[in-house]
């Protein structure tokens, strides 16, 4: 039986003790210490584990957040049209949308945007006060590649009546973009709240504001964006199903009724965040690799010194 001790014992009178063995005993005591703490913590802490597959989301709609402040142009003249790759063109696209009427500042007026006809009268008014306008809330579009697009393109005809009574030849689309997001708003909110990756909304705080040169000049603006499904599962293993997405943006002057495109096209990867913790029987592993590790580290570093010591010591003699 005594053949199969791995942990055999020396005799006391065969240990023989060192300052150098003392002091790498002692640093090794810290260092494993140091690692324990950050382990443990690590430990405690929730991780996020980062999925891809291919997307599998049968829903033939997706749904647009935004809040879109618009400083030069009455709310009368405003649509949001939609356009795709199989051809549907949809003028003011269905969803619930609340259009405000700004003036000095300060909203005098808030109604929810219908299909209404156009109030010509209102909207000259609006035009010679220089009434801005700031569009809220959210539009449903097809969830295939295409665009939606904000312009006066139903009120063409009315347009070109108004602006020469203002002294305008062309709409100012000048736009500040307060949120732009895609999916359940309350989703993306309890997103935010509990996870820190992904790009739910890069286009926040975007300005575009046309100059004083450009005043009579129709300026078009185009925002090209990459859709991402993205589903994140918080540590309760709740499920939620929004998108991220990338964009980059231009504009050009044109001839023709100036607007704001958001082309966009949908990325056929889902991503997928889970959060969890660190399960107990892999802290025990790594816990273990870590007093093995040093313990084995610092038992050679001694052997290093412990046999220059004795070279030092024959050399002398």
Do not use: W
């Not at 090794?28 to 703490?37: E, K, N, P, T, V």
């Not at 009579?216 to 997405?245: A, L, R």
């Not at 949908?266 to 399960?279: D, G």
């Amino acid at each position: 039986m005594l053949k199969f001790d791995l942990y055999r014992k020396l005799p006391q009178d065969l240990i023989e003790p060192s300052k150098s063995g003392a002091l790498i005993s002692f640093t090794s005591l810290i260092l494993m210490f140091i690692l324990f703490i950050t382990e443990f913590q690590e430990y405690l802490t929730q991780q996020v584990q980062t999925e891809m597959y291919i997307d599998q989301n049968k829903d033939d709609t997706l749904l647009v957040n935004m809040d879109i402040s618009f400083p030069k142009m009455p709310c009368d003249f405003i649509s949001i049209d939609q356009q795709d790759v199989i051809g549907t063109h949809q003028q003011n696209v269905q969803g619930e949308l609340y259009k405000k009427r700004i003036l000095n500042g300060k909203v005098i007026e808030s109604y929810l945007s219908t299909n209404e006809s156009l109030n010509l009268e209102r909207a000259q008014q609006a035009y010679e006060q220089k009434e801005g306008c700031d569009l809220s809330g959210y539009i449903i579009i097809s969830r295939v590649p295409g665009n939606f697009h904000i312009s006066a393109h139903p009120y063409g005809g009315q347009v070109n009546i108004v602006l020469p009574f203002v002294g305008l030849s062309t709409i100012d689309l000048s736009h500040q973009i307060r949120h732009l997001s895609f999916g359940n708003q309350n989703d993306i909110q309890k997103i935010r709240e509990k996870f820190k990756q992904g790009l739910l909304n890069p286009l926040d705080g975007i300005s575009r504001i046309k100059t004083q040169e450009l005043q009579n000049v129709g300026v078009t603006h185009q925002y090209y964006i990459s859709i991402v499904p993205t589903i994140y599962v918080d540590i309760d293993n709740k499920e939620y199903f929004v998108n991220q997405f990338t964009a980059n943006t231009n504009e050009a002057q044109t001839t023709q009724m100036p607007a704001i495109y958001f082309r966009y096209d949908i990325s056929p990867v889902t991503v997928q965040f889970t959060k969890y913790y660190e399960t107990f029987n892999h802290f025990i592993v790594q816990l273990c690799a870590i007093l093995g590790g040093v313990f084995t580290i610092a038992g050679i570093i001694d052997s290093i010194f412990y046999a220059l010591q004795k070279t030092k010591v024959v050399l002398d003699q």
